[in-house]
């Protein structure tokens, strides 16, 4: 950027900014002020270095030295919304009058939205609403506890009327919050067969709700397991799967959910007009939606059992209509794998992990995938499993990674490559590391790098430990839900593989002392 003097100089603050790679978990890319940030005041722009204030604050136009205390209260809570958090509390130890904007309430709950978005503060809220206790939610701390969470807590549903219908036990089906409400589709039960049947059950803003689930006849899609579905603006989209003959499927579905006071919940289903091009038929993929109308998939089992490695992007119409699909050519890329998991973690940034490679052996690896306009591409990221603690525990296959609140990944279960299935939680934390360390060449810290992952404490209920579940977080970042999947237990007359189903809906909450 260059610097005039009349028109838009700038104030450095790189020597109070941290490392790149340690900026707050935001979902829009702040790295752009890392190393500068634009100072605004009421005329105009004002240029100073942090090493030159020191030198020629005698001679400035700020008669106390210190530039930042000329600023209006209004500029300064500006500056704090450009600025990564490190810096803001760095900045708040140097200047009394920054300092005392550091500590409102009002500044956190704005940073708060900045990072974790508009949609999870206000579901934060709501679930306080009529807690006397807690009116006002202090944002500071809150802020420091999703940062700093090291435990969650499970709790078993209340038991619904038993008089009422529930779905059946079952695996690699699809389970999503869309409109205050989870949805069930398909998956897979015992003997191989394939289930065609889709499930709805209003939450609201009461988490722990005693559920109802309603069956939606629909008829549409046809029956599967292994398929995908996100939410993209409030809409279901679905892709691919296998049905109990063995088939995969190509297609691309969209569900609009809608809930009526009186009514109940209705779901109506329709075939994506997607053209002439489509990703090869698969199940047992990875998918995830990103900013402006996309959903990406990678991977899973094709034809004649062969595992894949292709990533591809449909782009939905606006009216969510029609689709376009591109596939993604990149290298390197992830090798070919099953069973593994995609995440966005805002923008166009997505996270793949684990799955089961072409060997049949259960991966660990990490990769970011960023697709921007005209700009797609991989990177690995490469860390050692022997300095994380219990890191030994982390490669598997059938595990479910979710995006919580504060912009970090909720590993949860699976199975590794002896089929031992597994109950733990993990924190995966991309903020901790950066583009810049991501290739082995490149490494400045391999504890930096360990970092990034983080096992938590469970309390409460303890469910069983499970494979090929499935999870979906609330709107708020706070609460999960995990259904079903394959967990050990007897062995059944009829179960003669070895594998038993499960029916159970249980609910995560990350533990935040409010």
């Known amino acids: ?57 005698s001679t400035s136009n700020f008669k106390n030295g210190s530039p930042i205390a000329n600023f209006a209260p209004d500029d300064l809570f500006t500056i704090s919304l450009l600025l990564p958090v490190e810096s803001i509390l760095s900045f ?21 939205r900045r990072d974790w978005g508009p949609t999870a503060v206000d579901a934060l809220k709501s679930s306080f609403h009529g807690d006397e206790d807690h009116q006002l939610l202090p944002w500071t701390r809150l802020y420091k506890q999703v940062s700093q969470l090291d435990s969650v807590c499970c709790y078993k549903l209340p038991d619904p009327d038993p008089d009422l219908v ?19 589709f398909g998956g897979g039960c015992e003997g191989g067969r394939h289930l065609d049947d889709t499930w709805a059950a209003y939450i609201g803003n009461n988490s722990r709700r005693m559920l ?36 995969r499927h190509s297609d691309t579905w969209v569900g609009q959910v809608a809930f009526h006071q009186n009514l109940g919940i209705s779901l109506s289903w329709r075939l994506l007009d997607v053209g002439s091009i489509a990703p090869p038929p698969r199940g047992a993929h990875a998918a995830c939606c990103i900013s402006n109308r996309k959903m990406v998939i990678h991977g899973g089992i094709g034809l004649n059992g062969v595992r894949l490695g292709d990533t591809w992007v449909v782009k939905l119409s606006e009216n969510l209509c029609f689709g376009t699909w591109h596939e993604i050519v990149s290298h390197p890329s992830p090798p070919a794998r099953s069973g593994h998991s995609l995440t966005c973690i805002g923008g166009t940034r997505t996270i793949l992990f684990g799955g089961r490679g072409l060997g049949y052996e259960v991966l660990n690896d990490i ?12 990177v690995q990221i490469f860390y050692e499993l022997q300095n994380i603690p219990a890191g030994v525990s982390l490669p598997r296959v059938g595990h479910s990674a979710t995006f919580i609140v504060g912009g970090r990944l909720l590993i949860h279960g699976g199975e590794d490559s002896q089929r031992h299935r597994k109950d733990d939680f993990w924190i995966l934390d991309i903020n901790a590391t950066s583009f810049e360390r991501v290739q082995p060449a490149r490494l400045s810290s391999k504890r930096l790098l360990a970092n990034m992952w983080r096992r938590l404490k469970a309390k409460g209920y303890k469910p069983n430990s499970r494979s090929f579940h499935r999870a979906c977080v609330d709107n708020s970042g706070r609460y999960l839900y995990v259904y079903g999947g394959m967990v050990d237990g007897l062995l059944q007359p009829a179960e003669v593989s070895e594998l038993r189903f499960d029916g159970e809906l249980f609910l995560v909450e990350l533990v935040l002392q409010l």
């Not at 708040?92 to 708060?112: D, P, Q």
């Open 166 to 184: 529930l779905p059946s036990p079952r695996a690699s089906h699809s389970l999503n919050f869309v409109s205050d409400c989870l949805v069930l």
């Open 367 to 378: 990769w970011l995938l960023d697709i921007s306009e005209g700009y797609s591409k991989w």
């Open 1 to 57: 950027m260059k610097n005039s003097n009349k028109t838009r100089p700038i104030l450095e603050v790189s020597s109070l900014c941290p490392p790149h790679g340690h900026s707050s978990p935001s979902p829009t890319n702040h790295s752009h002020i890392h190393n500068k940030a634009i100072i605004p005041t009421k005329q105009k722009y004002t240029t100073f270095s942090m090493a030159e204030t020191s030198t020629t604050a």
């Open 212 to 247: 109802k689930w309603q069956k939606i006849h629909s008829g549409i899609p046809s029956g599967r397991f292994g398929h995908t579905c996100v939410v993209i603006e409030n809409y279901l989209v679905l892709f691919g799967g296998i049905n109990d003959q063995g088939n």
């Open 92 to 112: 708040s130890m140097t200047c009394k009058k920054f300092g005392y904007l550091a500590s409102s309430n009002t500044l956190w709950e704005s940073i708060c």
